[in-house]
């Protein structure tokens, strides 16, 4: 669905990453995005957990997760992972359950992609090339709204993509920190479909 794989956001809000999310070879892929935090030996226990509630891992890519902390007043930097998956609601929103209580995580974002116009669509997902994580979070702390209403984005490590997860309102306040992060909004790649933050 992306041409090139959020953020992670503990409280809401969160790739572009080396490879786009594949298909599983023997049936119909719901291609989805699950965004966790990551503390080694975290990725292949984290695919098994996955599989074993019904969500097909096809990849996934390393991030330095930015989120913004209302407690500490600031935004903080924190290694990510993001998963490609193949995975219905029911799939996507149980794996993520999982993972969050085996990890014991604060919170486990999830993006499934939809049509734009999907009655259930409630999201976007940003992708924007070449941005460093540095300066996103300086632009982060520097934005009273992006702080309330993103709370936070990705870089991916491999190729310093920024990612966002924002809600259909917010894509304002995206475009702003975009740019305040030095990044470029033309050359960003956005896809429709719905959000989830499991607590």
Same mark, same amino acid.
């Given at each position: 669905?992306?041409?090139?794989?959020?953020?992670?956001?503990?409280?809401?809000? %969160?790739?572009?990453?080396? #490879?786009?999310?594949?298909?599983?070879?023997?049936?119909?892929?719901?291609?989805?995005?699950?965004?966790?935090?990551?503390?080694?030996?975290?990725?292949?226990?984290?695919?098994?957990?996955?599989?074993? @509630? &019904?969500?097909? %891992?096809? #990849?996934?890519?390393?991030?330095?997760?930015?989120?913004?902390?209302?407690?500490?007043?600031?935004?903080?930097? /924190? $290694?990510?992972? /993001?998963?490609?998956?193949?995975?219905?609601? #029911?799939?996507?929103?149980?794996?993520?359950?999982?993972?969050?209580?085996?990890?014991?995580?604060?919170?486990?974002?999830?993006?499934?992609?939809?049509?734009? @116009?999907?009655?259930?669509? @409630?999201?976007?997902?940003?992708?924007?090339?070449?941005?460093?994580?540095?300066?996103?979070?300086?632009?982060?702390?520097?934005?009273?709204?992006? $702080?309330?209403?993103?709370? &936070?984005?990705? %870089?991916?490590?491999?190729?310093?993509?920024?990612?966002?997860?924002?809600? @259909?309102?917010? $894509?304002?306040?995206?475009?702003?920190?975009? &740019?305040?992060?030095? &990044?470029?909004?033309?050359?960003?790649?956005?896809?429709?479909?719905?959000?989830?933050?499991?607590?």
């Amino acid at each position: 669905m992306r041409s090139v794989p959020v953020w992670l956001m503990v409280c809401l809000g %969160v790739i572009f990453s080396a #490879g786009a999310p594949a298909r599983a070879d023997s049936e119909p892929c719901q291609s989805a995005e699950l965004f966790a935090a990551d503390t080694p030996p975290f990725e292949l226990p984290a695919d098994e957990t996955i599989a074993h @509630n &019904g969500a097909s %891992v096809t #990849g996934s890519t390393p991030l330095d997760g930015v989120f913004w902390s209302p407690q500490l007043q600031r935004a903080t930097v /924190e $290694r990510s992972r /993001e998963f490609h998956l193949c995975a219905d609601d #029911g799939a996507l929103h149980t794996a993520a359950e999982a993972l969050r209580r085996q990890f014991g995580q604060q919170a486990v974002l999830t993006f499934a992609y939809l049509p734009q @116009n999907a009655p259930a669509a @409630n999201a976007v997902i940003i992708d924007v090339p070449l941005v460093d994580a540095a300066r996103f979070r300086d632009a982060l702390a520097a934005d009273p709204a992006a $702080r309330s209403r993103l709370r &936070g984005g990705s %870089v991916t490590i491999p190729d310093h993509t920024l990612v966002l997860v924002a809600g @259909n309102d917010d $894509r304002e306040v995206a475009r702003r920190v975009v &740019g305040e992060a030095g &990044g470029d909004w033309d050359a960003a790649y956005i896809a429709y479909g719905r959000s989830e933050l499991v607590e």
